[in-house]
């Protein structure tokens, strides 16, 4: 996972981060006997989905600056 962290692109990173919800849920469930409420599901939805959005929205570039003579 470090070696693809540090030469891979974000964009194909991301589902692997997005899943890390899903093992986190399932491993707490299992090993560890935590119930899974409404709310969990709600928030690792809610962070998906900020991060989709932000994603895909495309940031305004600022005007290069000349120096002046």
Do not use: D, H
Not at 3 to 9: G, K, L, V
Not at 20 to 42: P, Q, S, V
């Amino acid at each position: 996972m470090s070696w693809s962290y540090a030469r891979a692109e974000a964009q194909y990173l991301i589902p692997t981060e997005y899943s890390a919800f899903i093992w986190a849920i399932a491993l707490g469930w299992f090993f560890f006997g935590e119930k899974l409420a409404w709310t969990t599901l709600a928030g690792a939805c809610l962070i998906v989905a900020g991060c989709l959005i932000a994603a895909r929205a495309n940031p305004k570039l600022a005007e290069p600056i000349e120096a002046a003579m």
